[in-house]
């Protein structure tokens, strides 16, 4: 019995040490990961007509507390802030998605601040871009951007849910419903995505708006900022997972409108 001890007690150890190591290398890996832009599908596919899952919020979660995107036959604009996943559908109602709702495209991040600067002065949306684009250290690389406060004014718009044979973004969004309002508390999240990524997602920025009642959102039109907090995450990875389903397989990628996406 005795030298069962004395033979089991260094394999004991061992095995305590490579679960250390094991923990170690699960903890570090985790800590990188969060420093990636994750997206499902691309702009190209959303521009004509590909609005079948490509994930779900369960996977989302797992890349990302932080991001936007839309939902299964382009039903409402997602905003993914601190974790949560809110749906803004079109007739203006918010609300929280489960883990098993689906999306046709979505980019997501694990939000961590490299930079933060007070906005304490009234700006509209471009001059809010405008002073944002003098922050950022290089052009070259995605940024997640955060924008709390107050707001004079927001404009916001959603699209409806669409019907199969599904049409292009650019039809589709002649339905959308456009919503606005005054003096509210909320947060602007998006990404700011540089001009070589064409294609894959729009170009510049890409903004959603929710309100901090959780009660208004959308895709951010217009906007007045009274005063606020802007945060910055730069990002240098990105990565996408295209969508595995008929429909996107027999799509034609081989050409994106640049212009009819900045539209």
């Known amino acids: 019995m005795r030298n069962f001890r004395k033979t089991t007690q260094p394999i004991f150890v061992l095995f305590l040490i490579l679960v250390l190591i094991s923990i170690f290398l699960w903890q570090l890996s985790r800590e990188n990961n ?8 691309m702009i190209g596919a959303l521009m004509k007509g590909g609005y079948d899952t490509a994930a ?25 802030l601190a974790g949560n996943f809110y749906q803004v559908r079109s007739d203006g109602s918010v609300h929280v998605v489960l883990d098993a709702a689906k999306t046709p495209f979505a980019l997501v991040t694990f939000f961590d601040v490299d930079r933060k600067t007070v906005l304490d002065k009234p700006l509209d949306l471009e001059n809010m871009k405008k002073f944002i684009d003098g922050l950022l250290p290089t052009k070259n ?32 969004v002649n339905e959308q419903s456009v ?76 050409v994106t409108d640049a212009a009819a996406v900045e539209k």
Request: with cysteine; net charge negative; hydrophobic share 35%.
């Open 56 to 80: 779900d919020i369960k996977t989302l979660k797992s890349h990302g507390d932080f991001g936007i995107g839309t939902f299964d036959a382009l039903d409402g604009e997602m905003v993914a």
């Open 34 to 41: 969060r420093d990636i832009l994750y997206q499902v599908s």
């Open 141 to 172: 690389i995605p940024y997640a951007i955060k924008i709390e406060g107050r707001f004079d004014h927001v404009k916001t718009r959603s699209v409806p849910r669409q019907e199969k044979p599904y049409r292009g973004l650019n039809e589709a």
């Open 179 to 254: 919503f606005e309002l005054s003096n509210v508390e909320g947060v602007v999240v998006g990404f700011i995505i540089p001009g070589y990524m064409q294609g894959l997602h729009p170009c510049g920025y890409h903004l959603h708006f929710l309100s901090a009642d959780r009660r208004f959102g959308g895709h951010l039109l217009e906007a007045k900022l009274a005063r606020g907090v802007v945060s910055i995450d730069d990002t240098y990875q990105y990565h996408v997972t295209l969508p595995k389903n008929n429909q996107f397989s027999q799509l034609d990628l081989s």
